[in-house]
């Protein structure tokens, strides 16, 4: 090999060190959204009579009062004037609109009766009427003359009585209008075989 010349000043290894292993990235968490307060309920819409303001007027005391009255035409009903809160409470004459051959036939007719008065129960609370089917056969109407709080007529006959939309309504004011004051007498102080509004009565039905 010949003469060796030694190096003068040692050179350092270069050594290449193994790489180091980065650590896994963790995976950013996802922020929790802000929590949102609840959402309170919503609250049910109160109907037309729900949302008027109480009455004196004790429609329930009354009606015991009137159905037991003997002079349901006369001092029955001028008492009934003088206790109503007329603020708070309308009369009106409803008469049910007939469709091909209803009104014909006597018994059919008091059946349609007495379905129109079973989905108007939910209503006593806030109503009192006196229906009727007045006529012969075989041309019967079914009338009648109500009670009813408010000044409107009652949501629950309106919007909740399946077949309300049949019947034709005229708020009346029997204190100042004779025709009408005569018509409250003659509906709610009649008998069967009475007449109403010049038309013999064939049916009387409560609603109480």
Not at 135 to 157: K, Y
Not at 164 to 175: G, H, I, N, Q, T
Request: include cysteine; proline fraction near 7%.
């Amino acid at each position: 090999m010949g003469a060796v010349q030694m190096c003068g000043k040692a050179l350092k290894p270069n050594c290449v060190a193994d790489p180091v292993k980065a650590a896994p990235k963790k995976e950013a968490k996802a922020a929790k959204p802000a929590k949102q307060e609840a959402a309170a309920p919503a609250k049910p819409a109160k109907d037309n009579v729900a949302s008027l303001p109480p009455s004196p007027f004790v429609v329930y005391d009354f009606k015991t009062f009137y159905v037991n009255h003997e002079d349901k035409k006369g001092a029955a009903v001028d008492e009934w004037y003088k206790m109503l809160d007329w603020d708070g409470w309308a009369f009106w004459r409803f008469e049910y609109e007939k469709f091909g051959k209803e009104g014909t036939v006597l018994y059919q007719t008091d059946n349609l009766l007495t379905g129109l008065l079973s989905r108007a129960e939910h209503t006593t609370k806030y109503t009192f009427a006196r229906m009727a089917v007045l006529g012969e056969e075989p041309s019967l109407d079914i009338t009648s003359v109500w009670l009813c709080r408010g000044h409107e007529i009652p949501d629950g006959l309106a919007k909740e009585h399946p077949q309300f939309e049949y019947m034709k309504s005229r708020r009346l004011d029997p204190r100042n209008n004779k025709a009408d004051d005569t018509l409250v007498r003659e509906y709610f102080g009649a008998v069967e075989g009475d007449t109403i509004e010049g038309r013999p009565v064939a049916t009387l039905r409560w609603h109480k």
